[in-house]
């Protein structure tokens, strides 16, 4: 197996589990993750938010921890990386009003590239217009978006995955054993007990 590049799309509250599970998940099997943020650098920091599932209509929203960024956005070149991953949380419903944000996610899309997006993140994929004629799976909330954007939405339970060639979905953090390892098939990724 070679190492891949992958670039993770964070703003502040995006979801804590979903940012760090897959950053260090990852990182564990010997790829290379960057993760940025608009307008911060290598060494800046975002803050991150647990949402729970505690039997409310919707989830719980709790501080999480400070995620201290390892690349500069500023630098993105999609060229250099081989996949991208977009946690949810609060910050894909305005990281997608980011020009670059949403023209980062096109080249993905455009160069085939595999594409994990957990929970919210389909808000931006929605926005980006890389959805048409896909199915795609997110937090429930989410599933008008993804059919506005001409998907089929996916319902699957909340500790499963949906692969549509490179494009690798799941409602939420508690999917992360089955969305991750759709995502490391996308890429290729054999892991040998």
């Known amino acids: 197996m070679s190492a891949k590049k992958i670039l993770i799309l964070a703003g502040d509250y995006v979801e804590d589990y979903e940012l760090m599970v897959p950053f260090q998940a990852l990182q564990m099997v010997g790829h290379q993750v960057d993760v940025v943020c608009p307008d911060k650098a290598a060494g800046d920091q975002v803050r991150t938010a647990i949402h729970d599932f505690e039997g409310d209509q919707t989830y719980s929203e709790k501080p999480g921890h400070r995620f201290t960024l390892n690349a500069t956005f500023s630098e993105v070149d999609v060229g250099r990386y081989d996949a991208l991953l977009i946690p949810g949380g609060r910050s894909p419903e305005y990281l997608r009003l980011n020009p670059r944000v949403i023209e980062i996610v096109q080249q993905f899309a455009a160069a085939d590239k595999p594409i994990a997006s957990v929970c919210h ?50 409602p939420a953090w508690p999917a992360h054993p089955a969305w991750l390892a759709l995502f490391l098939q996308a890429l290729g990724t054999r892991i040998e007990l």
């Open 121 to 170: 993140g389909a808000q931006l994929l929605a926005a980006a217009g890389v959805l048409e004629g896909k199915t795609c799976s997110a937090y429930p909330a989410c599933a008008p978006e993804v059919k506005l954007a001409g998907a089929k939405y996916a319902e699957i339970d909340i500790g499963a995955a949906h692969r549509d060639g490179n494009l690798v979905t799941s």
